[in-house]
């Protein structure tokens, strides 16, 4: 039977999307509505960690659907205090708000430390964050993002972020004044093409941060969970911040994000935040099952060491074909092309059977599950060098 077209019009155009549908997920790889796969290094935006449809987070959405989905967040649920249980032992935080997406949990943040600053600081409420940086698409997490051109999209902007360079201590110190409450970043800045801040740039944050009594709040959206190697990435540099969030894969693929706070500074009081599906016990089961499994022996290691063949494998393309730098934190890695082939290299690629992403006009961004088989990282990685290969020849760049 002829299947009708499905009507993409009715979708408000928010993103260029190929003209397929997916249908299925499976591991690393997804499915269209023609039966064709696709090895998947996209994974939802990095959301889907132990790769699509994963049995810990079927199993556990499965049992808790048959439970209790949602009796909303003036209630205590079984699922929401189990996760923030694992959280808080797991991290150097007290306590947590559970909401549904990074954005929202980064809002959170911003209202935590503004909250603080009237309390502790003489009503002082100005985040210093920075250029390239991207905390989601609120009204307020898109005037902390430095994305290029997004200062001037649906003005004004919410006011109370001065930018600064990344890792240039000196800009963030130029950003400083009475009103200042707060340095709010990314331990590796996703969108702008993993940018890693360094070690010394974090520490030099915490400690200006405690000589001028400001919070330090990192945005481990996308690097937390394990994307990086470890739980979250600043313990890479051995700080600890004041203010964290989460999100992506958290949930294992479904909405589920979480702003923590030391408890010095978790000021909220009944009433200052909530949202209608904020620590609903659906999405917090899947969160469990995903923190449970990141946390069994011997995963992170091998999120390390998959990691670092990942990057060896980028870096023997790059000689090969005569790219750029390999940048890598975990599992989340960039390759720049030293050309602006980024957007064809991803058309080619998925006529291929690869799913990657260009974050930058000459920069791929690769997000593959953190349990990512030998096999499949050496069959993407062959993948991908072919399609680098036809889009270099196409341009006659070869
Ligand atoms: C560092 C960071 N913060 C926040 C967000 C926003 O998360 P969400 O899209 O779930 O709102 C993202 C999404 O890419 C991110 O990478």
Redo the contacts with the bound molecule.
């Keep these: 039977m002829e299947m009708s077209a499905p009507p993409v019009a009715a979708l408000m155009p928010v993103a260029v999307r190929p003209p397929f549908v997916l249908v299925r997920g499976e591991g690393a790889y997804v499915i269209d509505d023609a039966g064709r796969r696709y090895l998947d290094w996209v994974q939802g935006?990095a959301v889907n960690c132990l790769g699509h449809s994963p049995a810990p987070v079927v199993q556990a959405i499965a049992a808790q659907a048959a439970t209790l989905i949602n009796p909303s967040p003036a209630f205590y649920n079984a699922p929401a205090l189990e996760l923030a249980g694992l959280l808080t032992e797991n991290s150097g935080f007290d306590q947590v708000f559970f909401a549904s997406?990074?954005?929202?949990a980064?809002e959170g943040a911003i209202k935590l430390a503004r909250k603080w600053g009237q309390l502790h600081k003489d009503g002082a409420h100005e985040i210093v964050t920075f250029v390239d940086a991207?905390?989601?698409?609120t009204l307020a997490t898109m005037s902390a993002s430095g994305k290029p051109g997004w200062d001037v999209l649906f003005r004004p902007q919410v006011d109370g972020f001065p930018k600064a360079r990344l890792n240039d201590i000196d800009s963030v110190k130029a950003c400083l004044g009475p009103k200042t409450v707060a340095i709010m970043l990314?331990p590796v800045q996703?969108?702008a093409g993993v940018i890693p801040a360094t070690p010394e740039f974090l520490r030099a944050l915490r400690d200006l941060c405690d000589a001028q009594g400001l919070l330090l709040i990192v945005?481990e959206?996308?690097t937390g969970c394990g994307r990086t190697g470890t739980l979250f990435a600043h313990t890479q540099a051995g700080i600890a911040p004041d203010i964290m969030t989460l999100?992506?894969g958290l949930g294992g693929g479904v909405p589920l994000?979480a702003l923590l706070a030391k408890g010095a500074v978790s000021c909220f009081s009944p009433g200052d935040q909530g949202g209608t599906y904020c620590g609903n016990p659906l999405v917090c089961a899947a969160g469990s099952a995903v923190l449970k499994t990141l946390l069994g022996d011997g995963f992170l290691a091998q999120v390390r060491r998959a990691g670092e063949r990942f990057a060896a494998g980028l870096a023997a393309i790059s000689l090969a074909e005569g790219l750029g730098e390999v940048r890598q934190a975990g599992l989340l890695l960039a390759l720049e092309l030293g050309r602006a082939s980024a957007a064809e290299v991803v058309e080619l690629a998925r006529e291929d059977g690869l799913l990657i992403n260009a974050p930058r006009p000459h920069c791929l961004r690769l997000m593959p599950p953190l349990n990512s088989s030998d096999a499949e990282i050496d069959a993407g990685l062959a993948l991908l060098q072919a399609s680098i290969r036809r889009a270099h020849a196409a341009a006659g760049l070869a």
Excluded: L, P
Aim: proline share 0%.
């Design positions: 935006w997406s990074g954005a929202e980064n991207f905390h989601g698409r990314e996703g969108e945005d959206v996308q999100g992506k994000a």
